[in-house]
């Protein structure tokens, strides 16, 4: 299952620059700019975009016949590339189901390797609970690999060219289950992609920088996914990619979705721009072809960017949730039975995430997690020089990928606990053991030879004699103190105040055997732990370029830009 939503599917394959340009999707029509601008090249066949509009509906918002139904033939259908969401959530409406012990569906599943790129992150350590977070991300996938896909999402000349991630968003549950945050990357940011090798044929892609959607031709999802270790600093658990099959079915199972528009809007104009979407102002249930428009709109909604398209995505994929968990049908195994077949057929998973059993254990963590605690936020972003693609926000961006690293809500409603007056130190300062270990292998940047080195140098010298140093490499963002239980809290306070590390940098683990600290890639040069700036603080919520949607926001309403009301 793949989506449209981001991007158009006209040549795509042409490796220019910033981004993989397509007709209707050109920042250089967005801008206004001549066709003949430089990335710029004409559909070869010389038809309309690929969302020029749709055959006419029943009246109902879905084409007529079975085969209008599945999407064969509807060049609209390219949208649903974004499900990649929509089987996430249909995992959590359906974590009740029996279909998904069927064994013969674990056959349906295609597996890849997890992470192509060196230099990974370590999995974090489990809390004082032994819990950790679970980070998903979900890819929604351009290909054209078998001919329903075609048909679907049409851009036949295009069936060979390797599949680009035009939709990418990472699912992070928190480690105790209570809340899931959301965050989306818009498809042209421009990125650096790690050093990967395609797990099928042995090739080597440098690393190089280019839109993320492009880490995808670079072997496949296993490096998409260690592209966005290398941005975000977060562990990513699995991976969920979904092609155009099945994507149709999915969509009728849920029986209509209610969003918003507030006015009337008509997503098409004379130059044939547009995904044919035509709703009056108000609230409408959306099912078939109507869901598939409005997901894929980006002429019609705020700025006509994909930026709107995104949001609109949010605003769906959220109303979808409350849906799938009051929908009492959906936990009828043989209405099931259908989307079952669908979803598993269109899946690819990494190679820990083989099997039915363990995508209904991981529907059972998703759907524990209450509505209102579930938030949406698209990555804060900026134009990067020149236009026609995007770059992480400074300071925001990180940020927002900060509080996911440490486990903290982006919605800022995680419950605050009075601080407890701060343990006193229990051990002597040249007494205390304390391992320091070099946490800078990043795939991208290399590693700082010598950090554990400098900075056990650095603790000797403030009285900390028995530190040691690991000589193992390891990748971390953040750098870190692990301790092994309460009783060693004073001690690693007073280890992180005297290195002018901040409180959050203190934390108890139920693996930890000692105390360990490793200096992690936010701390790459120097003996003294680099002072924040404001940016860079801590904090408890996404910032508002985030622009953060509540799961349990029914009043959200998308704004329509005025080009394209009636």
Partial sequence: MRQSSVRGDRSRGRQGGARQLGWEDSPYEEAGLP??????????????????????????????????????????????????????????????????????????????????????????????????????????????????????????????????????????????????????IPRDTRVPIPKCTDPKDGTVYPQTTAAINQSLQHGGPGCTLATWQELTGIYIDHFMMVDFGGVVEMADAIGGVPVCVDRNVYSHDSQGHGSGLKLTKGTHSVKGVQALQWLRTRYGFEDNTDIGRAKAQHMYMNSMVRQLK????????????????????????DESLDTVKKLYDLGGDLSRVPTKRITMVTMPWQYGPGGGYVVPKPGEAEQTFAL????????????????????????????????????????????????AGVVQQRLAALGYTAAGTDSGLTTQADTTITYKDKAQRGDALALAKALGLPKGAVRESSSATGMRLVVGNDWREGSVYPEKTGDDKAADKAPESADALNGEDKKACMKVNPQYTF
């Fill in 404 to 451: 996911l690293r440490n486990d903290v809500a982006l919605d800022g409603k995680d419950a605050k606990k009075k601080p407890a007056p701060d343990p006193k130190p229990s051990t002597a300062k040249g007494a205390l053991e304390v391992v320091v270990q070099n946490g800078t292998n990043s795939s991208v940047s290399g590693p700082v030879s010598g950090r």
């Fill in 35 to 184: 066709p003949d601008a430089p990335g710029w090249e004409p559909p070869e066949d010389g038809s309309v975009p690929a969302d020029a509009g749709d055959p006419p509906s029943d009246g109902g918002g879905r084409r007529k016949g079975k085969r209008a139904r599945r999407g064969k033939g509807g060049k609209g259908r390219k949208a649903l590339r974004w499900t990649a969401l929509g089987v996430g959530l249909v995992l959590v409406g359906g974590a009740a189901a029996g279909y998904l012990y069927y064994e013969h569906l674990n056959a349906n599943l295609r597996k890849a390797p997890r992470s192509l790129g060196g230099g990974g992150l370590k999995k974090p350590d489990p809390n004082a609970f032994g819990q950790t977070p679970l980070n998903i991300l979900l890819l929604g996938s351009d290909g054209r690999n078998n001919k329903e896909n075609i048909k679907l999402g049409g851009a036949r000349q295009d069936a060979d060219r390797k599949p680009l991630a035009d939709v990418q968003m990472l699912l992070h549950v928190s480690a105790d289950r209570s809340n899931m945050s959301v965050i989306s």
């Fill in 326 to 349: 009051k929908d009492a049908k959906l936990t009828n195994p043989g209405e099931l039975n259908d989307l079952a077949e669908a979803a598993t057929n269109a899946l690819t998973v």
